[in-house]
């Protein structure tokens, strides 16, 4: 089961989660394909984590969440060059979307005492130190 397609933004490629059980966060990985549909590539690594919701930072970059074993969900992207991972922290919700500059993550979280939902940002810094994650009240 393919889920999460996006192209790159120069439409050269096609980045998607895949799995066998779209039930289970813990058995999707992320993977890459040329425009054409011949050579497809797995980018996220293989064990016993998933990685899903794939957002493309830049050309040579991808952006997922992967489920992180205490909760919530770790922010984590590769480099498409070195194929290393950086993590870059958790947030508590897969509800969420990347801005268009992929520098900031929205998310929902419930409201402890009222009906309704409330609104998380966190900001990816991309200054000297990797892809730093902060989150702002």
């Keep these: 089961h393919a889920s999460h397609l996006v192209w790159s933004p120069d439409g050269t490629?096609?980045?998607?989660?895949?799995?066998?059980?779209?039930?289970?966060?813990n058995r999707y990985a992320v993977w890459i394909v040329d425009?054409?549909?011949?050579?497809?590539?797995?980018?996220?690594?293989e064990g016993e984590r998933g990685y899903?919701?794939?957002v493309w930072i830049g050309d040579k970059r991808l952006g997922a969440l992967s489920p992180n074993p205490q909760g919530g969900f770790d922010v984590v992207?590769?480099?498409l060059d070195t194929k290393r991972e950086a993590q870059h922290g958790?947030?508590?919700?897969?509800d969420c979307d990347w801005s268009p500059d992929r520098t900031k993550i929205v998310y929902t979280t419930p409201h402890p005492t009222?009906?309704?939902s409330n609104?998380?940002?966190f900001t990816l810094k991309f200054g000297n130190s990797p892809y730093a994650l902060r989150?702002?009240?």
């Excluded at 096609?14 to 289970?24: E, H, K, M, Q, S």
């Excluded at 425009?35 to 690594?45: M, V």
């Design 114 to 116: 009222q009906a309704g």
């Design 13 to 25: 490629q096609l980045a998607f989660a895949l799995t066998a059980d779209p039930l289970n966060f």
């Design 119 to 121: 609104l998380r940002l």
């Design 52 to 54: 899903f919701a794939p």
């Design 90 to 94: 958790v947030i508590e919700s897969a």
């Design 35 to 45: 425009r054409a549909g011949k050579t497809a590539q797995r980018i996220s690594p």
């Design 77 to 79: 992207s590769w480099s």
């Design 135 to 137: 989150a702002s009240p």
